[in-house]
């Protein structure tokens, strides 16, 4: 009997995630240096690895209310007002989740009525259209362009704004075009929002990887705002846990409580050991943050200088931990590239259309990764794009 | 810290172009910077870290607290310069606490260790007393740890 027949429609239709597809390739593959994969390279610091051993010590190995640990609840309250200038009650306004994934996903399952529009910028994360089509929205993206840095325009988003348009969906430092937003232009995007009523899901799981000591600012934090943005955050990035899965979204009461009932109904409560790993993460972890960024700011300005140097173009951008060169003028297309150079010169990037139609021409590098590879990584590179300019 | 300084400290031998690459800068400018950190005494010298316990058996090293006399005009210093420039001493620190002097020694032996100490740093004047402690195993050297974690696997390609 083929099932096929039985799956449900909207997730039949899901395409195949184009990550998905290289990975199987890649995996076949010996000793590939990869600048394709999307976490941090350094192991979790271990003061917060310790709190979790001291965690499962202590035998705290039952659930936790659905919301989460009061006492992470609170750190996270602290931690977003003093970073983020945004105020919320650790009663009724933050959730705990399974990593910021959850925390999308429950924000679009709370919000979406069937064909509800989202908008949201690509390229972008993966899961973002996938999420919205499984919450029975509408996923409509705009695109973004390397000329303006890949950050999205109040211009761009008025012109996709339509009487379905419920929720704007933005992720910046952005996953893989590395861009950030100005304040002027979050300015002009969350009056959009305001005039046209629109909720805003401000995924900012990069903003703690800020470079050249530029402002992250939050949407959220901008006049009128708080009350139409769910703002989502988590560990994986920043404190190098992603395999804690372990992350957050804060939000007014009302859509707090909407999102508490998917959660507990389906997940019940986050990993508690995880959870309180977290709050040492929060309380003891800004030296080791600063450290790793530290670190990936000298590997970003290697590896933008590198790839300018052969002609494949990218600006330098001032979040995140990827780069997204315009290998154009190769002549070959993201795929023939990354399949080129995985199986020639055996480094691993990820094509641009994985993240979205507008990432054509481009790849996605991460370099989350130790300069001695990213130096040979680079030398490789180098032979390539040689070889096929030839 | 000195971002240079920092991107050294972690490894002296990174080229001065791949330097250069990291700080946005030009490998003529670096070059020059170090030239000048060297001259004012900021950069002591490159070393490498070893772990002696397996390719050089033959070094046996002892902390020891010395307690000394200070001396009117010149307190701990004219002492403290005089036991550093004896070979053994590798590095030799003023402490606040129960004793005065952090001295690392270096030797071949045991043996060689002790005579160093009861003939010579013992007998200086102004050295009141000693306390020698022999290093047994090295768990971490220069913020190095000598456990050799096993590199855990990340995803080849992930989102």
Request: with cysteine.
């Amino acid at each position: 009997m083929t099932l096929k027949n039985h799956v449900a429609n909207h997730v039949r239709d899901i395409p195949k995630s184009g990550i998905r597809e290289f990975f199987d390739i890649v995996a076949q593959e010996k000793d590939v240096i990869s600048l394709g994969v999307g976490e941090p390279d350094f192991d979790t610091p271990w003061h917060i690895r310790e709190a979790a051993i001291y965690s499962l010590e202590q035998g705290r190995t039952h659930y936790t209310s659905n919301l989460g640990l009061p006492a992470l609840r609170g750190a996270i309250c602290n931690y977003v007002q003093r970073h983020f200038n945004v105020a919320y009650d650790p009663r009724t306004e933050v959730i705990i989740t399974v990593g910021v994934s959850e925390a999308l996903d429950l924000a679009l399952r709370a919000l979406l009525n069937p064909g509800d529009e989202v908008l949201y910028h690509e390229p972008c994360y993966v899961s973002y259209a996938p999420s919205v089509t499984m919450a029975h929205g509408v996923a409509v993206g705009i695109p973004t362009r390397a000329e303006e840095n890949f950050r999205l325009t109040a211009e761009a988003l008025k012109k996709r704004i339509t009487e379905r348009s419920k929720v704007l969906m933005l992720n910046f430092p952005c996953n893989p075009t590395g861009a950030t937003q100005t304040r002027a232009e979050l300015d002009k995007i969350a009056r959009l929002c305001i005039d046209h009523d629109l909720i805003v899901l401000t995924d900012e799981i990069y903003s703690e990887l800020t470079y050249d000591q530029a402002e992250h600012v939050s949407i959220a934090s901008l006049p009128g705002m708080r009350d139409r943005c769910v703002f989502l955050h988590g560990f994986s990035k920043a404190f190098a846990m992603t395999g804690f899965r372990i992350g957050y979204a804060c939000a007014p009461a009302a859509l707090t409580d909407a999102m508490m009932k998917i959660h507990q109904y389906a997940i019940l409560c986050a990993n508690t050991m995880a959870q309180d790993a977290a709050i040492e993460a929060l309380e003891h972890g800004a030296r080791e943050v600063a450290n790793m960024r530290r670190e990936y700011e000298h590997r970003r300005n290697y590896i933008v200088r590198a790839f300018n140097e052969l002609g494949l173009p990218c600006f330098q951008p001032v979040g995140a931990f990827y780069i997204f060169p315009n290998i154009t003028s190769t002549g070959l297309t993201s795929r023939e590239f990354s399949l080129g150079l995985l199986e020639r010169k055996k480094v691993a990037c990820v094509p641009g259309p994985a993240f979205g139609p507008s990432g054509e021409g481009f790849v996605r590098c991460c370099y989350a990764t130790s300069l001695d590879q990213i130096n040979i990584a680079m030398e490789r590179i180098g032979e390539f794009v040689q070889e096929a300019r030839k | 810290m000195d971002e240079l300084l920092h991107l050294l400290r972690q490894n002296a031998r990174t080229s001065n172009e791949n330097l250069a690459r990291e700080l946005n800068s030009t490998p003529t400018a670096v070059a020059e910077r170090i030239a000048r950190l060297e001259e004012e005494g900021v950069i002591l010298g490159y070393q490498a870290v070893i772990d002696v316990q397996r390719r050089a058996a033959d070094v046996v090293t002892a902390v020891v607290e010395v307690k000394i006399t200070p001396e009117r005009g010149g307190g701990f210093d004219r002492l403290a310069n005089r036991i550093a420039k004896f070979a053994e001493v590798q590095s030799c620190y003023l402490m606040s606490g129960g004793y005065d002097l952090l001295v690392i020694v270096e030797g071949r032996t045991l043996q060689e260790i002790a005579m160093f100490i009861s003939e010579k740093l013992a007998t200086i004047k102004g050295v009141l007393s000693t306390a020698t402690r022999f290093r047994l195993k090295t768990y971490k050297e220069n913020g190095i740890s000598l456990m050799r974690d096993e590199k855990h696997e990340r995803l080849a390609v992930a989102p």
